[in-house]
Structure formats: structure tokens, C-alpha cells
């Protein structure tokens, strides 16, 4: 696709249910990104991917929380037994995994916890 | 990564040029300066990046001396759409990863 698609754009959730979140990225990109964004706050890293493995996921909050990433193309963010805490848009950004690291976001995913 | 500065909140009025400056007076040698941009209910943009003295695109233009310090982004003739935050971020040249962001600077412009 011509850029990076979210969905759902918007999920409400009851508190202890599951929920999934897909990401799908530029075609080609190697590299995906998971971040989220409370209300009126900046960007918190939650976990990176290089082709399939994640490199780096050391901003996952809880074991709550977990991603995988399947044939180098589309990511899925869970989150079990959500909290009202986890309200928050839920970004995920691509990038073509070479220097200089310009990353691409998508519209996100709009999570609310009642 | 070396830490950003910038103002939290700038206003402008339509047809004015706007420079939003950035200090990140730890920058490595490889580090990149970028710049994205965010609308209420969108992900970051991004806009421009650059290394030293100056970068221009068809949306700002990018302006780093020589000691590297800091930074300037140049937003010119502003419309009321440019209204949305700006991040300064610095990137590493060389590696990937995540992205550091800061809290941004509020641009607001008035007609």
C-alpha cells in the first residue's frame, strides 16, 4: 500500500478483555515499530522489529503486552486482560531498515478501556 | 542519544515565517537532526533531516551550524494548516531503532 495502515482505527474494550491490534506496513519496509501516545503526551517506545525477529522490546510495559511480526510484513500488538491504564493510541511506524532511520507512522489505533 | 530541547508552544500568524530552534548540545558525530510533525488524531509526519548547514525541501528548511548544538527548523509563510506539533529528534547514523521523542512544540497559527 502507499503508506502504513492501522487497524482497527478506533476499538473500546471492556477492562480484563483481550484485544488485537494490526499493523501493516510499507511494502518493503524491513524494519516495524510499535509506539503508543497517552492523551496529550509524546511517544513511548514499545517494541521494534527487524524482518521477523524484535531486536528490541524493551518497552513493552508488562507481560501483558506482546507483538509478533509474520512473513516480514504484518505485525499484530495483544494486549491480555486489559487495564484502563492501557488507554492510548496505539502507533505503529515502518521504515526501509537502513541508515539514517526515517520512519514512517501510520494513523494508529484510538484503544479506550471502560 | 543526546537530549532535545525545544519550546513547548510557539504562535504565528498566516503568511509569517516561522523557526522553531532545537538544542542537543551532546550530539555524536553520527547523529542525524530529523524533524517530524503531528495533526491531532494522526502519526508523526516526517518533515526533513539533516546533518549540517542547511537542508531545504518543499515543506521547511533545516539550519545547523557548524558546532551542531542546535538546530533551527524554518517553516515559511505559515498557514492555518501548518497549525501542529513539531518534534526534534536525534538519530543515530548508523544504527536503527527506536525513536526518541520529546514532548514537541505546539505551533498554533492564527488568521
Known amino acids: 500500500g502507499a503508506g502504513v495502515s492501522q487497524s482497527p482505527s478506533n476499538k473500546v474494550t471492556e477492562k480484563g478483555k483481550d484485544v488485537e491490534l494490526r499493523c501493516d506496513p510499507i511494502?518493503?519496509?524491513?524494519?516495524l515499530y510499535w509506539y503508543r501516545q497517552s492523551l496529550g503526551q509524546g511517544l513511548e517506545f514499545l517494541i521494534y522489529?527487524?524482518?521477523?525477529?524484535?531486536?528490541?522490546k524493551s518497552g513493552l510495559p508488562s507481560d501483558r503486552f506482546s507483538a509478533e511480526r509474520t512473513g516480514g510484513s504484518v505485525s499484530t500488538l495483544t494486549i491480555q486482560r486489559t487495564q484502563q491504564e492501557d488507554s492510548a493510541v496505539y502507533l505503529c511506524?515502518?521504515?526501509?531498515?537502513?541508515?539514517?532511520?526515517?520512519?514512517?507512522f501510520g494513523a494508529g489505533t484510538r484503544l479506550s478501556v471502560l | 542519544l543526546a537530549k532535545t530541547t525545544q519550546p513547548i508552544s510557539m504562535d504565528s500568524y498566516e503568511g509569517q515565517e516561522v523557526n522553531i530552534t532545537c538544542s542537543h548540545n551532546?550530539?555524536?558525530?553520527?547523529?542525524?537532526i530529523t524533524w517530524y510533525q503531528q495533526f491531532p488524531s494522526q502519526g508523526p509526519r516526517f518533515i526533513i533531516q539533516?546533518?549540517?548547514t542547511k537542508v531545504t525541501n518543499e515543506v521547511a528548511s533545516l539550519f545547523i551550524p557548524a558546532d551542531r548544538k542546535s538546530s533551527t527548523l524554518s517553516l515559511p509563510r505559515v498557514s492555518l494548516s501548518d497549525t501542529a506539533v513539531y518534534y526534534c529528534?536525534?538519530?543515530?547514523?548508523?544504527?536503527?531503532?527506536?525513536?526518541?521523542f520529546g514532548r514537541g512544540t505546539q505551533l498554533t497559527v492564527w488568521p
Open positions: 511506524a515502518s521504515s526501509l531498515g537502513q541508515a539514517k532511520n526515517i520512519q514512517y
Open positions: 551532546n550530539i555524536a558525530t553520527n547523529d542525524y
Open positions: 511494502s518493503g519496509h524491513t524494519a
Open positions: 529528534l536525534v538519530t543515530r547514523g548508523s544504527t536503527l531503532g527506536r525513536l526518541y
Open positions: 522489529f527487524q524482518g521477523n525477529s524484535a531486536p528490541d
Open positions: 539533516g546533518y549540517k
